[in-house]
């Protein structure tokens, strides 16, 4: 169901970016959304690698899979804070251009 939501952000984004409206405050709340998501999902991993580290179960290869979702799931999501302190910063320039104009 996340990822469904995530889809659906990505796609809001991208119909922004055509109507050269990306710069808005619409984007915002799409951006959020993403980071919820992987948020969420990267702590539903932890929590399958603590269960998996605690009770032993199955291979050891299914705990290296586990650690590396949840490098990667904490990459994106830093990722995406980031991107989204970049769009807050181009969107205050953006204001600014469009008063000065």
Same mark, same amino acid.
Request: a neutral charge; aromatic letters at 6%; proline letters at 2%.
């Given at each position: 169901?996340?990822?469904?939501?995530?889809?659906?952000?990505?796609? &809001? =984004? #991208? /119909? =922004?970016?055509?109507? /050269? /409206?990306?710069? /808005?405050? @619409?984007?915002? &709340?799409? !951006?959020?959304?993403?980071?919820?998501?992987?948020?969420?999902?990267?702590? =539903?991993?932890?929590?399958?690698?603590?269960?998996?580290?605690?009770?032993?179960?199955?291979?050891?290869?299914?705990?290296?899979?586990?650690?590396? =979702?949840?490098?990667?799931?904490?990459? #994106?999501?830093?990722?995406? !804070? !980031?991107?989204?302190?970049?769009?807050? @910063?181009?969107?205050?320039? &953006?204001? %600014?251009? %469009?008063? !000065?104009?």
């Amino acid at each position: 169901m996340k990822f469904d939501a995530a889809l659906i952000a990505i796609w &809001r =984004l #991208l /119909s =922004l970016v055509a109507s /050269s /409206s990306v710069f /808005s405050d @619409a984007a915002f &709340r799409w !951006v959020g959304l993403i980071i919820g998501c992987i948020g969420f999902d990267t702590v =539903l991993v932890i929590g399958l690698l603590a269960h998996n580290l605690i009770a032993s179960l199955g291979p050891p290869i299914l705990a290296i899979a586990l650690l590396t =979702l949840t490098v990667v799931g904490v990459a #994106l999501t830093l990722l995406m !804070v !980031v991107m989204r302190g970049l769009l807050t @910063a181009a969107t205050a320039q &953006r204001e %600014e251009l %469009e008063a !000065v104009i």
